[in-house]
DNA sequence: TTGTACGCGTTATCAA
DNA sequence: TTGATAACGCGTACAA
């Protein structure tokens, strides 16, 4: 029960620590001959290493961990697909943490740069509203993606890696008025969301004055604060409340593809047809806005580029190649059937 | 930079190490005036002990970890949120730890058991095709909870909590039948699938056996080996291929809902309507499968039933209340407009 | 190529 | 209520 040590294993080996040491962590000052013997009684007894002794004692490992708040954006859950793969092509450790909702991300982070003697982050999703000391005190080379930064950051002092969250909605606007749509309604963040949110509600509205159509406030509904965010289920119920109020629409944009979905149920539940009575129109590029029926026009990310380039500029950062590093990615706007001109 | 430790806090309060460390874990045999003190101390150099000297010494913890392989499921996803407000409101901490294809579990979890102190562990999902003597080395409680068992095992020396998975399959395909169907398509597991695939399988054939159906191995497609298992990619191809095989059936039953709105959409594509040309049948129960138009009939598992039983389970076993509780929960058949009566 | 002995930062034990 | 000190299990400088 009581699990071994190594110097168990040295003793039943008839060998010192060192030696044992030096056969589990591929020391190059070890006969093949001993390091088998050793490996055979390791095995054989299925000694694990302490982690704990290990890293009290190690200056420096070879891993990087990726920081996520929440897990529930499918967006984010594909990214980390892409972390893993890339970071473990380096032949560096991944480590995947959640942090909690109540938790400071910085903090953790700096606790578990000293446990694990991290050798670089990438903050994944969330926001990042810390000032600048805090933002400081980490030790290790950081990149940030798809954070939400509040406007008032100070940009170039970080390394980030994201979209254009303003040209993007911007693009996407612009496309439904060009399709004649002049009422657009927008299911945006919630109401005091100073970043990403904003950025797309601030793309919104410059494309609609640029067509030349006045902002209708009755046709911005931020999603439910009670409801989880970015939901399926938010935009279904914004969208529902929209349709009961009788406020009229011929074009729907949500800020994320579940959005979109939620949405698009309610409107097809109520009897209206897409595109014909109303286009809607997502964010993210997810397998599921493709997979609805119809399918659903969205802007998609370049997932697998963003995720190279964070690691990419993260590495860097590493070997002290570049200081900060800035990137942002243009995303593509992908039609499909579920917008169309404006038939009213 | 070079972080603080215990003896630099002890230093600059001018109190031993002891006394700090009573602070920090707020630890009775200490007085309020010192605590309050030596806390001031700490957040003003901010200091932060380290994870791993502590958990070196330290006998115990209040800890429980949940093992995931893979976080594509969607229905895991939902679940690991419940097991962490479960396990926080028992005032346990929470890790969530994945462990990835190439990994052994057993080994994963106890190197984690001997890291972290772990009280208890959740195994959340993938397949345990492992020995008894391999898992009689796991040294804290665990419970399986939606983990594929070959049917070869000794399902009493564990304890778990699932769904019947032959009987709800088996609920879906009568259901099926009784509506008229004769030509049902299954979406099933990969070929050598020996454990929740193969049941839903059974539950499928023993389903249609019962309604004086005569299998029809043509209608039975494994999901594709080479695109992500139960995946709406791989539903999609799937359906496609049958389509374009000229496969004849009228009613499609896939064993996940992600493969279900898959092959919906390859239905829709195809002209054909649901479920007027088709009905189409998932399993899960998740969210997606309701917000699909039309709103797709599934098996509803009871998450957070089973969430909370499996936790009840965990702290009955770490409080040696019980020895091996199975426990299998009846999951609901959920009608939804994307079936319908046979019409041919 | 191998072994001895010390220190990593913390908590537990025991004595004061 | 406090403090000195011995572990915890490992890696590594140094000696052999």
Chains 1, 2 share one sequence.
């Not at 002049?182 to 969301?193: F, G, N, V, Y």
């Amino acid at each position: 029960m009581a699990s071994l040590t190594i110097i168990d294993i040295a003793k039943i080996c008839g060998v010192g620590v060192t030696t044992v040491s030096r056969a589990i962590n591929n020391h190059p000052d070890i006969s093949e001959e001993t390091k088998q013997m050793i490996m055979k009684v390791v095995r054989e007894n299925n000694y694990v290493p302490n982690n704990n002794a290990r890293n009290l004692k190690r200056t420096a490992s070879k891993t990087i961990a990726v920081l996520i708040k929440g897990l529930n954006n499918p967006f984010f859950i594909r990214m980390i697909d892409l972390f893993e793969k890339g970071i473990k092509d380096k032949k560096y450790s991944f480590i995947l943490h959640q942090v909690y909702e109540d938790q400071d991300e910085i903090e953790v982070a700096n606790e578990l740069i000293k446990e694990k003697k991290l050798k670089g982050i990438i903050f994944l999703g969330g926001y990042l509203s810390h000032s600048k000391e805090k933002l400081d005190q980490l030790t290790v080379p950081y990149v940030l993606c798809t954070v939400g930064l509040s406007s008032d950051f100070d940009h170039y002092n970080y390394s980030y890696v994201s979209i254009d969250d303003y040209a993007e909605s911007y693009k996407m606007v612009d496309y439904l008025c060009k399709l004649g749509h002049t009422k657009i309604a927008l299911i945006s963040a919630k109401m005091r969301d100073r970043s990403i949110g904003q950025l797309r509600y601030l793309g919104y509205k410059q494309a609609l004055e640029d067509n030349g159509i006045a902002l209708d406030e009755q046709l911005v509904r931020p999603m439910k604060a009670h409801l989880e965010s970015y939901s399926m289920e938010n935009g279904y119920a914004v969208t529902k409340e929209m349709l009961e109020q009788g406020i009229d629409f011929t074009a729907l944009f949500a800020i994320s593809d579940s959005m979109a979905i939620g949405a698009s149920k309610a409107l097809l539940e109520s009897g209206r047809s897409i595109p014909e009575d109303c286009s809607v129109a997502g964010f993210d590029g997810l397998d599921m806005a493709y997979y609805y029926h119809p399918s659903i026009t969205t802007i998609q990310q370049p997932a697998a580029e963003m995720a190279e380039e964070a690691i990419k500029i993260l590495f860097d950062l590493i070997h002290k190649k570049v200081t900060h590093v800035q990137k942002k990615f243009s995303a593509t706007l992908i039609e499909r059937p579920s917008t169309g001109k404006a038939s009213r």
